[in-house]
């Protein structure tokens, strides 16, 4: 039999009247995560992802809660599973979350953050290596922070000016230049008063580079040679190649650089699901001859500079000059299929999962 202390039907005491409520809130903080169930062999398939539901506690002193509202799928993923994460591991991400419970004067409730802390709808945080949405513009969807306006954005800006050094009046050519990364290159080399070349998976993509400005646009899927294609577009070569895809796209690019050109190796897509290492040709002599320069580089090396780089996106944006179109996926549970979709190339600028 249930024993009463002063007068509670609960049996809880009655100078706590809130404590029924706190467990309550306890028994309900329920956080679902995608774990990666195996690692993936080849192209990912939902058997290699499995949904989970983990237990959340009470914030402590110092700590916060976020509850996921916008979470991002990046081509990244796709090789740092294997290189970083073992099986068993939540998938690794970012998301924009917001502040719902808190026991650190830093993250007021309501306040919003970018985390990087995978695909999870609940997290408990100390507040460190998270960034506050703090001046965030209003009339700017939060979702941004997750593209044009955070990594991606970054990625273009800073590929483009530490790596390319790139100069007005430069001929520069970008590939995947309708994903979340290439759109953005192409917009900034713009306002650098750069000739920008750009291809693509789908007329659509074409069709909508075109209305950005890039100066020549085309499908690579519906050419007859990868080769004349580049040549027709810039018939005196490139100075700079933003190379997003790696792989035999690459091979057939780097012999139409400039001399002294200069090549920032972002990504390699067209490697990323490979069973057997592509091989071949060999590229140094058109590289030795030509001069070039050819770095690989992670954003993260300029993260010093983020807080004067960020503003420079937004205003970009706000003068019209940057462009920030988003392919939303709605449900935490469709998180697999918004990922794989985006690696077979379905998204048109920045792919997000609104949760």
């Known amino acids: 039999m249930l024993r009463q202390h002063g007068g509670s039907s609960t049996g809880l005491p009655m100078e706590c009247p809130q404590t029924w409520s706190c467990m309550k809130q306890r028994a309900m903080a329920q956080a679902k995560t995608w774990i990666l169930r195996h690692h993936f062999d080849g192209f990912p398939k939902d058997s ?57 004067p830093g993250f007021p409730v309501g306040s919003h953050v970018v985390s990087r802390h995978g695909w999870r709808t609940l997290t408990l945080s100390d507040g ?87 100066d020549h646009v085309f499908n690579y899927k519906t050419i007859t040679s990868l080769e004349e294609a580049l040549k027709a577009a810039a018939p005196d070569g490139y100075d700079c190649y933003f190379d997003n895809v790696g792989g035999s796209f690459s091979s057939v690019a780097i012999p139409q650089m400039k001399l002294f050109g200069r090549i920032a190796v972002c990504g390699g897509i067209s490697l990323y699901n490979d069973t057997t290492p592509q091989t071949g040709p060999f590229l140094q002599l058109q590289m030795v001859f030509k001069q070039l320069k050819m770095e690989g580089f992670l954003v993260g090396r300029w993260e010093h500079k983020n807080e004067e780089s960020l503003p420079r996106l937004i205003s970009w944006m706000k003068e019209g000059k940057l462009k920030c179109k988003e392919h939303v996926t709605t449900g935490f549970e469709n998180m697999p299929a918004a990922f794989m979709g985006m690696l077979k190339g379905d998204n048109i600028g920045k792919a997000v999962v609104k949760v």
């Not at 796709?78 to 099986?87: G, H, L, N, T, V």
């Not at 998270?130 to 954005?153: F, V």
């Open 48 to 104: 290699d992802f499995e949904l989970k539901v983990e237990q959340i506690p009470e914030p402590k002193d110092g700590e916060i809660l976020l509850e996921a509202v916008f979470l991002s799928v990046d081509p990244y993923m796709r090789p740092y599973s294997r290189a970083r994460m073992k099986e068993g591991d939540v998938m690794i991400g970012t998301q924009v979350a917001k502040v719902i419970q808190s026991k650190n």
């Open 128 to 214: 460190a290596e998270i960034r506050k949405l703090s001046g965030w513009p209003q009339d700017c969807p939060m979702s941004l922070a997750l593209g044009a306006i955070g990594m991606p954005g970054l990625t273009a800006l800073y590929g483009l000016e530490e790596v390319c050094q790139l100069r007005a009046g430069e001929t520069l050519l970008v590939n995947a230049a309708a994903g979340a990364v290439g759109t953005v290159v192409g917009q900034i080399a713009k306002i650098k008063g750069c000739r920008v070349v750009g291809c693509a998976g789908t007329d659509a993509k074409v069709s909508y580079l075109k209305d950005l400005g890039f």
